[in-house]
C-alpha cells in the first residue's frame, strides 16, 4: 500500500494519538489553520533567510527567546538531532572532552563520533567526581518517559564554575513550565545550550525544534554549523508551526487539561490498567496484569496508538486539552473500556548469535526511544543478545543490528 493510502486508512479508521507530535492528528490547537499548502514559499522577498535572519524570521526568534529571557533563539526545521549534532561540532572548537550523562539520544553519540572526540559515558551521581574544565557535559532531561534531573541548575551550575560547558537535551521539554502547575523549563537550569523538540509535546509539526543559548560567541558558533548541516530550503510551514506552538504556549490554559488527566486515570484504574504518574503530567506508563506489549496490542486493535512500549510499560504522551480542542476524548474512555485481547503477532525474526562475543561495529539501537543498546567498540554479550532477542519477539525495531550482521558475515567469506 503506498504511504499515502496508508495515511489515509489511519485517518479513516480515527485513530486516537497517545503519542507525539503534540498536535495529535490535528486535534489539538489549529495547526491546519496555519499549515496550509499555498503557504509553503521559499525565500522569496520579504521571507528572509534563516542561516542569516534578519526580518520575519528574526522576528520568530525573538519571539521565541521571550520563553527565557537571556538566551538567544532559533527556529529549526531539522529536529533537535541537528540542534544536537551542530553545537557538538560548535563545541568541539573550546572543548577537549564530552561527558555524556545517562542514557542518551543517538544523535549525541553519531555528534560526538562525528567530531572524533574522547568522550566518557558518566552515572549522574559521578559528576561530582569529574573535572569538567576544558569539557562539554551533555544532560538529557526529561528523558523520553518523563522523567527529569532533579536540582540540574546546581549540576550546570557546576560545570559552569569548573570552566566547563553543558548542553541539556531537552528535546521531550517544550511544554514544561507552559503553567506553573507543569514542572520547570531546563531553560531555567542556566545550561549554556538548551534544545526542544516543539513538535513533540506542542502543536507543531514535525521536526519543529528551537535551539537556545546563552552566550553570543557560542550562538554564533553554533549558527556556522546548522547553516552547513540544515536544509537550505527550510519549510516555511514548519517555521510557522514554531511560531503557532509558541503562541499556543504563551496562552494555554491547563484547568481541562487536569480534569481530563484525572478523569482518565481513574478510568483506566476501573479498567485494570494502572497508570504510573512521572515528573512530567503528561507522560503516563501503563500496566496490565497481561503484561504491557499485549496492554499496547489491544490498545491499537481498538484504534488507541501509543507512544512506545518496553518491559516498563506502554508510555502515553498526553494531549494538552484546552477549551476547544477536537480530541476524541469520549471515544477514547469508550475504547478504554470495551478493550478486548489482541492476536499474538509474528515478530520478524533475525537470528543474531553470529554476533555474540563479536566488537559491535554499529551501534545497536532500539527505536523508540533511540537510545544505544549496546555502542560500536563496544562488545556485543549474551546478555545483550537475549534483549535484543525479547525486542523482537516483542515488535520493537532495532537499528544496526543488520550492519553488524552483514559485517561479520562478510568477514567469515574473506
Ligand atoms: C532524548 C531525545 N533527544 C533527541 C531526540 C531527537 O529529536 P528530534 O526528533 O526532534 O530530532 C529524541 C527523539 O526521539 C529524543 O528522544
Redesign the pocket.
Given at each position: 500500500m503506498s504511504l499515502i493510502n496508508k495515511l489515509q486508512v489511519l485517518h479513516n479508521k480515527n485513530a486516537i494519538s497517545m503519542h507525539v507530535p503534540g498536535h495529535k492528528n490535528n486535534t489539538i490547537g489549529k495547526l491546519s489553520d496555519v499549515v496550509k499548502a499555498n503557504h509553503d514559499l521559499t525565500e522569496i522577498p520579504g521571507l528572509d533567510d534563516l542561516h542569516e535572519p534578519v526580518e520575519v524570521l528574526n522576528e520568530l526568534n525573538s519571539m521565541l527567546a521571550e520563553k527565557s529571557p537571556g538566551y538567544t533563539a532559533q527556529a529549526m526545521v531539522n529536529?533537535?538531532?541537528?540542534g544536537?549534532i551542530c553545537s557538538i561540532y560548535a563545541v568541539s572548537e573550546m572543548v577537549g572532552h564530552y561527558y555524556i550523562i545517562g542514557d542518551a539520544?543517538k544523535?549525541v553519540y553519531h555528534g560526538v563520533s562525528l567530531v572524533n572526540a574522547d568522550y566518557t559515558v558518566i552515572d549522574l551521581n559521578e559528576i561530582y567526581d569529574i573535572n569538567p574544565e576544558n569539557s562539554c557535559v551533555i544532560f538529557?532531561s526529561p528523558?523520553?518517559t518523563g522523567s527529569l534531573i532533579k536540582g540540574i541548575s546546581e549540576y550546570v551550575d557546576y560545570v559552569r564554575r569548573n570552566k566547563g560547558i553543558s548542553i541539556i537535551?531537552a528535546?521531550?521539554g517544550a511544554h514544561l513550565s507552559v503553567t506553573e502547575n507543569f514542572k520547570e523549563s531546563l531553560l531555567s537550569s542556566g545550561a549554556d545550550v538548551v534544545i526542544e523538540?516543539y513538535?513533540?509535546m506542542l502543536p507543531a509539526l514535525t521536526?519543529a525544534?528551537v535551539l537556545f543559548t546563552k552566550e553570543d560567541n557560542l550562538h554564533q558558533r553554533i549558527m556556522h554549523y546548522i547553516n552547513q548541516f540544515e536544509t537550505s530550503s527550510p519549510s516555511y510551514l514548519v517555521l510557522a508551526s514554531i511560531e503557532y506552538a509558541q503562541q499556543f504556549y504563551n496562552s494555554y490554559d491547563d484547568r481541562l487539561f487536569f480534569e481530563k488527566r484525572a478523569e482518565l486515570i481513574q478510568h483506566l484504574k476501573k479498567s485494570g490498567i494502572d497508570a504510573a504518574e512521572q515528573d512530567d503530567p503528561a507522560k503516563l506508563i501503563l500496566n496490565a496484569p497481561d503484561g504491557a506489549f499485549n496492554l499496547e496490542r489491544s490498545l491499537r486493535k481498538s484504534g488507541i496508538y501509543s507512544e512506545m512500549v518496553t518491559d516498563e510499560g506502554v508510555l502515553w504522551c498526553l494531549p494538552l486539552w484546552h477549551e476547544g480542542d477536537s480530541y476524541p476524548f469520549t471515544e477514547l474512555l469508550e475504547r478504554i473500556e470495551n478493550l478486548t485481547a489482541a492476536d499474538e503477532e509474528e515478530g520478524t525474526f533475525i537470528n543474531t548469535d553470529i554476533l555474540e562475543g563479536r566488537i559491535c561495529v554499529e551501534n545497536i539501537v532500539p527505536y523508540?526511544?533511540?537510545v544505544p543498546l549496546v555502542l560500536k567498540g563496544n562488545m556485543i554479550t549474551r546478555d545483550v543478545i537475549k534483549r535484543i532477542k525479547h525486542c523482537q519477539v516483542n515488535h520493537v525495531k532495532i537499528e544496526g543490528i543488520q550492519y553488524n550482521i552483514h559485517y561479520y558475515m562478510n568477514e567469515a567469506e574473506k
Open positions: 529536529g533537535t538531532t541537528n544536537i539520544h544523535s538529557t528523558d523520553y537535551d528535546a521531550h523538540s513538535h513533540k521536526m525544534s523508540p526511544p533511540g
